[in-house]
């Protein structure tokens, strides 16, 4: 019977992953990042945007973490529109995404770390004009890999809190583009 045994293995697999809960119980972190990214395809021109990441890296050992999470570009109108009348026309380019990988982390002088970071986002890329009026939006999507690298430090007086720089580069196969993006967030261990 098919039922015993799924009973069987997920009591198993869950005895089996204590140990790896116990030595990275302290590891498991949520991050936010915010930061900086040229974004374009064929039809618009390359424009920098603001890109944020939220996150979740779970630990499997102190070095080797899972890593999920949401990446999206702002949908409100750009803010230079309003002092810049011609751009009114021109594509505005947005996207969203989710990503999952792997992190590996080695920890310097006691208490700073760097990483690297890689596995496949998927994003969907929204294009319209920034005049609502005019052509209907058009959007593709995509699954394409994703690496970044970056470090961490903690803040000085707040417990489990941690203060990153991160480049991210994403290696799209459609005509979007999104590379790289420059990040700066916080992470919150636990």
Same mark, same amino acid.
């Not at 019977?1 to 198993?12: C, D, E, H, Q």
């Not at 204590?18 to 590891?27: E, G, S």
């Not at 809190?161 to 979007?176: M, T, W």
């Given at each position: 019977?098919?039922?015993?045994?799924?009973?069987?293995?997920?009591?198993?697999?869950?005895?089996? *992953?204590?140990? %790896?809960?116990?030595?990275?119980?302290?590891?498991?972190?949520?991050?936010?990042?915010?930061?900086?990214?040229?974004? =374009?395809?064929?039809?618009?021109?390359? $424009?920098?945007?603001?890109?944020?990441?939220?996150?979740?890296?779970? *630990?499997?050992?102190?070095?080797?973490?899972? $890593?999920?999470?949401?990446?999206?570009?702002?949908?409100?109108? $750009? %803010?230079?529109?309003?002092?810049?009348?011609?751009?009114?026309?021109?594509?505005?380019?947005?996207?969203?995404?989710? %990503?999952?990988?792997?992190?590996?982390?080695?920890?310097? %002088?006691?208490?700073?770390?760097?990483?690297?970071?890689?596995?496949?986002?998927?994003?969907?890329?929204?294009?319209?004009?920034?005049?609502?009026?005019?052509?209907?939006?058009?959007?593709?999507?995509?699954?394409?890999?994703?690496?970044?690298? =970056?470090?961490?430090?903690?803040?000085?007086?707040?417990?489990?809190?941690?203060?990153?720089?991160?480049?991210?580069?994403?290696?799209?196969?459609?005509?979007?583009?999104?590379?790289?993006?420059?990040?700066?967030?916080?992470?919150?261990?636990?």
């Amino acid at each position: 019977m098919a039922f015993p045994s799924l009973w069987f293995k997920t009591i198993m697999l869950l005895l089996l *992953a204590l140990p %790896f809960q116990v030595l990275a119980a302290d590891q498991h972190h949520f991050y936010r990042s915010s930061g900086i990214a040229k974004i =374009g395809n064929q039809s618009s021109t390359f $424009d920098e945007t603001w890109v944020t990441q939220i996150g979740f890296n779970y *630990a499997l050992s102190s070095a080797i973490k899972l $890593d999920i999470g949401y990446s999206e570009s702002p949908s409100f109108q $750009d %803010f230079s529109l309003f002092s810049q009348p011609q751009l009114l026309n021109q594509p505005k380019l947005t996207y969203k995404g989710i %990503f999952g990988g792997a992190k590996v982390q080695h920890t310097l %002088f006691d208490n700073t770390s760097i990483y690297a970071k890689g596995g496949v986002a998927i994003n969907k890329f929204d294009e319209s004009l920034s005049n609502a009026s005019s052509a209907p939006e058009a959007d593709s999507s995509e699954i394409s890999p994703y690496f970044s690298i =970056g470090a961490s430090i903690p803040a000085t007086n707040l417990i489990n809190l941690d203060l990153n720089v991160e480049i991210s580069y994403q290696d799209p196969e459609l005509k979007s583009n999104v590379n790289p993006i420059f990040l700066l967030g916080a992470q919150y261990r636990f």
